[in-house]
Protein backbone atom coordinates (compact mmCIF):
# COMPACT_ATOMS: atom_id res chain seq x y z
CA UNK A 1 0.00 0.00 0.00
CA UNK A 2 1.13 3.42 -0.80
CA UNK A 3 1.56 6.41 1.62
CA UNK A 4 2.73 9.88 1.64
CA UNK A 5 1.91 11.40 4.72
CA UNK A 6 2.62 15.21 5.50
CA UNK A 7 3.66 16.66 8.17
CA UNK A 8 4.72 19.89 9.54
CA UNK A 9 2.48 22.60 8.85
CA UNK A 10 0.38 25.08 10.81
CA UNK A 11 -0.10 28.66 12.03
CA UNK A 12 2.94 30.98 11.54
CA UNK A 13 3.61 34.64 11.44
CA UNK A 14 4.30 36.48 8.47
CA UNK A 15 7.76 36.84 8.11
CA UNK A 16 8.44 33.52 9.53
CA UNK A 17 9.43 29.90 8.54
CA UNK A 18 8.26 26.36 8.46
CA UNK A 19 9.52 23.44 7.12
CA UNK A 20 7.58 20.38 5.73
CA UNK A 21 8.25 16.69 5.38
CA UNK A 22 6.80 13.79 3.37
CA UNK A 23 7.52 10.11 4.07
CA UNK A 24 6.32 8.04 1.41
CA UNK A 25 5.96 3.70 1.78
CA UNK A 26 5.33 1.21 -0.24
CA UNK A 27 6.89 3.19 -3.32
CA UNK A 28 10.40 2.74 -4.25
CA UNK A 29 11.44 6.54 -3.43
CA UNK A 30 14.35 7.02 -5.36
CA UNK A 31 12.97 6.39 -8.31
CA UNK A 32 10.52 9.29 -8.45
CA UNK A 33 10.72 12.69 -8.94
CA UNK A 34 8.70 14.54 -6.37
CA UNK A 35 7.05 17.56 -6.07
CA UNK A 36 5.20 20.22 -3.69
CA UNK A 37 1.43 21.33 -4.67
CA UNK A 38 -0.41 23.84 -2.73
CA UNK A 39 -4.06 24.28 -3.29
CA UNK A 40 -6.85 26.86 -1.88
CA UNK A 41 -10.79 25.97 -1.46
CA UNK A 42 -12.07 26.85 -5.04
CA UNK A 43 -9.00 27.57 -6.70
CA UNK A 44 -6.94 24.68 -8.53
CA UNK A 45 -4.02 23.15 -7.34
CA UNK A 46 -0.41 24.97 -8.47
CA UNK A 47 2.57 23.85 -8.52
CA UNK A 48 4.99 24.93 -5.73
CA UNK A 49 8.35 23.11 -6.43
CA UNK A 50 9.71 19.48 -7.57
CA UNK A 51 13.17 18.02 -7.26
CA UNK A 52 14.25 15.31 -9.51
CA UNK A 53 14.92 11.73 -8.29
CA UNK A 54 18.52 12.18 -7.26
CA UNK A 55 17.63 15.59 -6.26
CA UNK A 56 20.17 17.05 -9.07
CA UNK A 57 17.57 19.93 -10.36
CA UNK A 58 15.12 21.48 -8.16
CA UNK A 59 12.34 24.24 -9.94
CA UNK A 60 9.95 26.55 -8.31
CA UNK A 61 7.16 28.28 -8.94
CA UNK A 62 7.82 32.09 -9.39
CA UNK A 63 6.01 33.36 -6.44
CA UNK A 64 8.01 30.88 -4.19
CA UNK A 65 11.50 31.60 -5.79
CA UNK A 66 13.86 32.86 -2.94
CA UNK A 67 11.92 31.80 -0.30
CA UNK A 68 11.05 28.22 -0.46
CA UNK A 69 13.86 25.40 -1.12
CA UNK A 70 13.11 21.74 -2.26
CA UNK A 71 15.36 19.01 -0.85
CA UNK A 72 15.10 15.29 -0.01
CA UNK A 73 16.81 12.20 1.79
CA UNK A 74 16.13 9.02 -0.17
CA UNK A 75 17.63 6.95 2.23
CA UNK A 76 14.68 8.20 4.83
CA UNK A 77 12.12 8.03 1.60
CA UNK A 78 11.52 11.76 2.80
CA UNK A 79 10.73 15.22 0.95
CA UNK A 80 11.24 18.31 2.19
CA UNK A 81 10.28 22.00 1.95
CA UNK A 82 11.49 24.45 3.36
CA UNK A 83 9.23 27.68 3.74
CA UNK A 84 10.86 30.99 4.51
CA UNK A 85 9.58 34.44 4.58
CA UNK A 86 6.24 32.94 4.69
CA UNK A 87 3.60 35.56 3.57
CA UNK A 88 -0.55 35.47 4.04
CA UNK A 89 -0.85 34.66 0.51
CA UNK A 90 1.39 31.42 1.20
CA UNK A 91 -1.92 30.27 3.08
CA UNK A 92 -3.19 26.79 1.54
CA UNK A 93 -3.10 22.91 1.85
CA UNK A 94 0.26 21.71 0.94
CA UNK A 95 0.39 18.15 -0.74
CA UNK A 96 3.37 15.99 -1.85
CA UNK A 97 3.29 14.13 -5.42
CA UNK A 98 5.16 11.33 -6.97
CA UNK A 99 5.79 12.51 -10.17
CA UNK A 100 4.23 10.79 -12.92
CA UNK A 101 2.11 8.60 -10.23
CA UNK A 102 -1.26 8.74 -9.06
CA UNK A 103 0.45 9.43 -5.53
CA UNK A 104 -0.41 12.30 -3.07
CA UNK A 105 -0.76 12.41 0.48
CA UNK A 106 -3.53 14.12 2.70
CA UNK A 107 -2.59 17.26 2.53
CA UNK A 108 -0.74 19.71 5.42
CA UNK A 109 -2.70 23.28 6.41
CA UNK A 110 -0.33 26.37 6.50
CA UNK A 111 -1.84 29.06 7.71
CA UNK A 112 0.01 32.49 7.45
CA UNK A 113 -1.43 35.17 9.59
CA UNK A 114 -0.60 37.66 12.51
Known amino acids: QVQLVESGGGLVQPGGSLRLSCVAS????????MSWYRQAPGKERELVASITSAGGRKNYADSVKGRFSISRDNAKKTVYLQMNSLKPEDTDVYYCHAASSGYWGQGTQVTVSS
Open 26 to 33: GITFSSYG
